[in-house]
Structure formats: C-alpha cells, structure tokens
C-alpha cells in the first residue's frame, strides 16, 4: 500500500485556495518550530458564511494537503459548521494518513479554530472558551 492517497498527493501538488488574503475577517495561526508546521488560515466571513479562505502552510506534504483539503470542508459553510470540523474528518476527506503524519490533521482543526476565534474576538462575539484550547495544549503539537 502507498503511504500517501491520490487525494493527499493532489492536495500537496495542487493545494487549492493558498495564499494569503487581503482583509481578512478573522486570521488563525497554530503550530510551532519544535513539530515543523505551521498552518496560518484566514477568512472572510458575511452573514455569518465563510465566502472565502485561504491558506498558508510551512511544513511537509500532509501538512500542505490537511490546510488545503480543510479550506474545501468550510468555503461556503456557516461559521458553527466550520467550527464542528474534526480532524477525523479532515482525514477521513484525504482518504487517510499515515498514523505519524495524523497531527497534521489536527493542525488543519485547531487553525480554523484559532481563525474563528479571531473573528469573534475582532467583532465582540461571545463564545465559549473551552471550544477554543490555545495552541500550546494542543494535541498536535504535544505529541511531538
């Protein structure tokens, strides 16, 4: 069996909405030096509907795949939908990933999280905080 699906290798050849975005509504960063990726998302939000997001990723082929594959999962979804985004999904949309390379799944949830977050932050939107751990906790950046 290969290491890596069709659907995580088109991802990393051909990520779709990378880049950075101008005016973003809300702007997430996680990940760190010690694990080697760092995911930075950012979206644009109207009526409460994700219009547009893009992203960029420093890291390794799973890691560029996961942040491409997660903009898929939340273009055009309300902001509570893209909030229910699980790293589980994400992997499960990839067609899987080596067990090594599953924090990288984990990066693509919690940088949406931390987008979102930005966003209610920036507008003076309440919320709950225990939806959004901070990126020391995380689980993905622990297992390292």
Known sequence: MALYTETVMD????????????????????????????????LKIENNVITDVKFETFGCGSAIASSSVATEMIKGKTVEEALAVTNKQVVEALGGLPAHKLHCSVLAEESIKSAVKDYYDKNGIEYDHSLFPDCESCEACRMV
């Open 11 to 42: 991802h990393f050849m051909n990520p779709r909405n990378v880049g950075e975005m101008e005016n973003p509504d809300g702007v997430g960063e996680v990940g760190n030096a010690k694990c080697g990726d760092i995911m930075k998302m950012y």
